[in-house]
Every structure is written in C-alpha cells, then in structure tokens.
C-alpha cells in the first residue's frame, strides 16, 4: 500500500476536496468545524501555509497543514491538523505525511513545531520517533 500513497500540495478546492476535508476534520476534533470552500482557498492561496494531502485509490485519506511566519527569534513553521482516515490507520500515512512536511519545511528553515494532545498516543510515538523533542511549555489559546 505504502508505493500506492501519494502526497501532495492541495491546489484546487471542489466540493469532493471540502468533503473529504471535512470528513477528516470529523475523525480529529471533537467538536464540529465549520470548513467551508472558502477557509481552504484561503490556505491554498496563502503564501504562509500549505495543505498536503495523501490519496490512496484516488480518494483523499490523509492530511497536513504547514503553516510558517518570521517573528524576531527566527523563522517559525509549524504543523497543524495531521489527520488519517481510520481505514488506513496504522500503514505509514501519517509518517509519509509527516516527512513531506519535513522536507518542504527544510526550504525555510527555522524551527519545526507541533501540538499534540498527550491522548493521541500513536500520533505522539510518531513525533517522537521522527526526532521531534518533547518542549516544556503551556499552551494557551483565546477565540478573538
């Protein structure tokens, strides 16, 4: 399966796109996320984030946001939304769509960093074991 996985940048939004987005986002959070056409051309068209996605039989089962921006310490990128389809779970999804994101994130530079909540054990092994280090610090977040 793993030869049959492809990933790459999101360019184009359909409807087929947004659902499938959306059906991830339902495996990720809780909570529903209202993600619309626009919310993901907004990210497609910026210059600061790419959405990458892995297809698998031609349908979408995968994806990963890198996001980055300069700020004075240095040029900071970070990796949001790593979701896989509950279907191919365990067969090096995520890792591929991690590693893509190492990769394009080595043309900028800076640092690398990611969120994960302590319950998503698979997901924190993974970080873990592609050399992301554990940082000591406390997240906090406000809707504005």
Same mark, same amino acid.
């Given at each position: ?12 939004? $359909? ?6 987005? +959306?059906?991830?986002?339902?495996? @990720? ?17 910026? $210059? ?32 949001? $939304? ?8 365990? +067969? ?6 991690? @590693? ?11 640092? @690398? ?16 074991? @592609? ?9 906090? +977040?406000? +809707?504005?």
């Amino acid at each position: 399966m793993q030869e049959d996985i492809r990933i790459y940048r999101l360019t184009v939004c $359909d409807e087929a796109v947004v659902a499938a987005v +959306k059906q991830l986002l339902s495996q @990720l959070v809780s909570s529903p996320v209202e993600c619309t056409a626009e919310t993901l051309r907004a990210i497609l068209e910026s $210059d600061n984030s790419a959405m990458y996605v892995a297809e698998y039989e031609g349908r979408v089962c995968g994806m990963i946001t890198l996001a980055r921006y300069h700020a004075p310490t240095g040029i900071k990128q970070w990796i949001e $939304d790593v979701v896989v389809d509950s279907s191919v779970r365990g +067969k090096s999804v995520g890792r591929r769509l991690v @590693l893509h994101a190492i990769e394009q994130a080595k043309e900028f530079g800076g640092t @690398l960093m990611l969120t994960s909540r302590p319950s998503r054990v698979a997901a924190n092994n993974l970080y873990r074991s @592609l050399e992301f280090e554990s940082k000591e610090t406390n997240v906090y +977040k406000m +809707k504005v």
